[in-house]
């Protein structure tokens, strides 16, 4: 491979790796580079191992001929963005650790390469017709185990992310996967995004979904009494939200 490309690749996915890990550590000054700072702390090790292979192409380049000075900047670059991209492992090791959780390298890189929907694809239902202007329905995905258990189990009910204005339900299809392997029924809803001032009708929604669950659990073998809430990111801040003001007439459910 010719000295010039060697280095120019190199130098490229030293770049593009220090691009996003640095977004990792340093605060994101606008709203479109936090989003970046999310898919960098998502996949950090990904770009980790772009960093790397940015290394291993300027030694490469090294032996090539190329100029101490011109290989010595695309080194520095991929091994600061590797060492930025053991950020988010290593605090989650820590964290992993003080609770006796077992973290597997291996299911991370399986996992971020499985089938999205672990060969099955989910059911989707209607829980709520007339929450929109319009008539837009409201609608979530049911993830079911293959098999029935003999008594029912506990649900979850997911919330996506997306700062209250952008994402959708099934946005991370695998993690549904993963609960429904750990013997959970698993329903991802829709909800109301903004500009409307959505902190209240979301919230309703949320709480619509729950009890559309809670309604229909002898069909889906669930138990009603263990129905618990789990959000990401702004689908974390509508679950505390309806979690925490049951029977709350200022937030009420959605009239399905």
């Given at each position: 491979m010719p000295r010039r490309t060697l280095f120019a690749l190199s130098l490229a996915c030293g770049v593009v790796a220090l691009f996003f890990t640095v977004w990792i550590v340093a605060p994101a000054p606008s709203y479109n580079l936090w989003l970046v700072s999310v898919v960098a702390s998502e996949w950090s090790l990904w770009f980790g191992a772009l960093g790397l292979a940015g290394v291993a192409l300027s030694l490469l380049a090294r032996a090539a001929?190329?100029?101490?000075?011109?290989?010595?900047?695309?080194?520095?670059?991929?091994?600061?963005?590797?060492?930025?991209?053991?950020?988010?492992?290593?605090?989650?090791?820590?964290?992993?650790?003080?609770?006796?959780?077992?973290?597997?390298?291996?299911?991370?890189?399986?996992?971020s390469l499985a089938d999205a929907q672990g060969g099955r694809a989910p059911v989707t239902?209607?829980?709520?017709?007339?929450?929109?202007?319009?008539?837009?329905?409201?609608?979530?995905?049911?993830?079911?185990?293959?098999?029935?258990?003999?008594?029912?189990?506990?649900?979850?009910?997911?919330?996506?992310?997306?700062?209250?204005?952008?994402?959708?339900?099934?946005?991370?299809?695998?993690?549904?996967?993963?609960?429904?392997?750990?013997?959970?029924?698993?329903?991802?809803?829709?909800?109301?995004?903004?500009?409307?001032?959505?902190?209240?009708?979301?919230?309703g929604d949320v709480k619509c979904a729950v009890g559309w669950v809670r309604a229909n659990a002898l069909r889906f073998n669930v138990d009603p009494q263990r129905i618990a809430l789990y959000g990401r990111s702004a689908g974390g801040h509508l679950a505390l939200l309806a979690a925490y003001t049951t029977g709350d007439t200022r937030l009420p459910p959605t009239i399905s």
């Open positions: 001929g190329v100029s101490q000075t011109v290989m010595r900047l695309a080194l520095i670059l991929g091994l600061l963005a590797a060492l930025l991209s053991l950020f988010p492992p290593l605090t989650a090791w820590r964290e992993a650790s003080a609770r006796d959780i077992r973290l597997s390298l291996r299911r991370y890189i399986s996992g239902f209607t829980y709520a017709t007339n929450a929109n202007p319009g008539g837009r329905a409201l609608e979530l995905d049911a993830y079911l185990p293959a098999t029935e258990n003999a008594q029912p189990r506990p649900a979850v009910v997911v919330v996506h992310g997306g700062s209250w204005s952008a994402g959708a339900r099934s946005d991370f299809p695998r993690w549904n996967w993963w609960l429904v392997g750990e013997g959970y029924a698993v329903f991802d809803a829709d909800y109301r995004l903004a500009p409307q001032p959505n902190w209240r009708t979301a919230t």
